[in-house]
């Protein structure tokens, strides 16, 4: 089995603690990774810190044609990186594909933006005391950035912070989630062959819940940008003091359904926005609220394409749904599931664990207090409830701790606009499901859903920092 060892200051480092990394549907073997303890965290901040002048003092240019490269290597690379992601998150192959692609547009729209880094004139004589100045704000990089990443896009995710964070000028120290560090170290590789410097980006592997905290606190560290659970980024937020923080955190998202909307087509998306990665999708579309008009149409049309799902091994081509990551996991979805069904949800179709693995769920007629449609499923479940007026669909999808994305389906442009303009979250989706995201947008949260906008122009602002300077002629 080919072990990996971390990347720090650009040189291979093996530590006395490796784990297995299994495939979560059959447990079987993919690699040994060495783990970091504080040794090798400190060391990284270490190696980033002797970097960060390197990184600073490149021009835009030089920047924006590593991400270039990057993003053709990647490409280059693809089978090889999706098969890695595939295997280390259990995603179908087919989702995985995908995700390299999207992780070569976020390379490129990284590269785009390093090359558009601005700051603004300011107008200093708009006060009588600012006569005769003139006035201006640089962007400058912070320094070290401590980036945490999830399981569910291992990929993509980290390049959503490894990208803008290079293109700004800062370097990086990538801390990926312990079931999912294959893809963040062969990244490591493959933006050395671009020409990174060594110490820009350094992989460190290991368990949050032992070095975390330490990553979080070093003074070495200027901003940490983290995506993961809402209870891990509360925690982040309480230690990381004046630190620029961003937090990309969970969801229950929802989605309404209005009595005018193309039912067929909401269905074509509803279906693979609920149980793509197995609902593991921090916008995987889990309430759905939809006019008692169309309501038994709309289930019907819903279970008969989930039913036509194909469950298998991830790495099987066919395969449209595979496991969950752990079994934990799954037999959590499975308890949550009981739990709606025992409160007088009707489950419609799927719900069966074998080992990781469980089918695509149906609930309806949800009670709303029940975990499935009151906290974060990150599982294969879709809950469909039905509502009268589109002011009580509004208030239910406004009734969550979250709000990350949400969504209608209508063809009446007056109703999708006051849902847009009512309902809670960072981002509205008309006529699609709040799954969707392209990954140049702005992509970020309100309440427990976080705090920040991902995207590399967006993710770019938060790590710079204006300064300015004036000068009186
Ligand atoms: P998680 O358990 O919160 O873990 C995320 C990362 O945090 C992992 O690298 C984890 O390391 C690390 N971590 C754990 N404890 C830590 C600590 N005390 N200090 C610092 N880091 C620590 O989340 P997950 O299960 O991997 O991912 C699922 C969650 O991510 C869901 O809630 C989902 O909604 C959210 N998500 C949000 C977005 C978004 O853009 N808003 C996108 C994707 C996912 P270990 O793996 O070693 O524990």
Redesign the pocket.
């Known amino acids: 089995m080919i072990e990996y060892p971390l990347v720090i200051g650009g040189s291979p480092v093996r530590t006395a603690h490796s784990a297995t990394l299994r495939i979560p549907f059959d447990d079987s073997p993919v690699a040994e990774i060495f783990q970091a303890g504080p040794d090798e965290v400190n060391a990284a901040i270490v190696a980033a810190q002797r970097a960060a002048p390197i990184m600073r003092a490149m021009t835009r240019d030089q920047r924006s044609t590593i991400l270039r490269q990057a993003a053709a290597r990647l490409l280059e690379r693809k089978e090889e990186f999706a098969r890695a992601v595939s295997s280390e998150s259990g995603k179908p192959l087919r989702e995985a594909r995908l995700e390299v692609d999207r992780g070569a547009n976020t390379l490129l729209f990284s590269s785009e933006e390093a090359h558009r880094l601005v700051g603004e004139v300011v107008p200093m004589d708009a006060s009588p005391a600012g006569a005769g100045r003139w006035g201006m704000t640089i962007r400058q990089p912070l320094g070290v950035i401590a980036a945490?990443?999830?399981?569910?896009?291992p990929l993509n995710?980290s390049l959503h912070k490894i990208g803008p964070a290079i293109a700004a000028g800062n370097t990086v120290v990538h801390?990926?989630?312990?079931?999912t560090p294959l893809s963040a170290l062969l990244l490591a590789d493959l933006f050395a062959s671009c020409g990174l410097p060594p110490g820009a980006l350094n992989v460190i592997?290991?368990?949050?819940?032992a070095?975390?905290?330490l990553?979080?606190e070093h003074p070495g560290v200027a901003m940490i940008t983290?995506?993961?659970?809402?209870?891990?980024?509360l925690?982040?937020r309480a230690?990381a003091g004046l630190k620029r923080v961003t937090l990309?955190?969970?969801?229950n998202s929802a989605l309404i359904i209005d009595d005018e909307a193309r039912l067929e087509e909401a269905v074509a998306r509803a279906v693979p926005g609920s149980f793509a990665h197995s609902g593991?999708?921090?916008?995987s579309v889990q309430r759905i609220l939809v006019a008692r008009s169309v309501r038994e149409e709309f289930v019907d049309r819903f279970l008969a394409a989930t039913g036509a799902l194909h469950i298998g091994h991830p790495l099987d081509d066919a395969t449209e749904v595979s496991s969950l990551?752990t079994e934990k996991e799954a037999a959590r979805v499975e308890s949550w599931i009981g739990e709606a069904v025992r409160a007088g949800a009707r489950l419609a179709t799927g719900g069966a664990r074998r080992h990781a693995t469980v089918t695509p769920a149906v609930l309806t007629d949800v009670p709303p207090q029940t975990s499935v449609w009151a906290k974060?499923a990150?599982g294969p479940v879709a809950g469909i409830n039905s509502y009268q007026s589109l002011d009580e669909a509004i208030a239910a999808v406004n009734a969550s701790d979250y709000g990350?994305q949400a969504g209608i389906f209508t063809a009446n442009i007056e109703k999708a606009f006051r849902a847009a303009e009512q309902v809670h979250v960072g981002g509205f989706l008309i006529n699609d499901v709040p799954q969707f995201r392209v990954d140049q947008m702005p992509?970020?949260?309100v309440k427990l859903?976080?705090t920040g906008r991902?995207g590399p122009r967006y993710a770019i602002e938060e790590m710079t920092e204006p300064k300015l300077i004036t000068w009186r002629g």
């Open positions: 945490i990443t999830p399981f569910n896009f995710l801390k990926p989630a312990s079931a592997p290991g368990p949050g819940g070095i975390g905290d990553l979080v983290f995506t993961g659970s809402a209870d891990v980024g925690r982040i230690r990309e955190l969970g969801n593991q999708v921090c916008i990551i974060e990150f990350l992509y970020g949260g859903s976080g991902e």
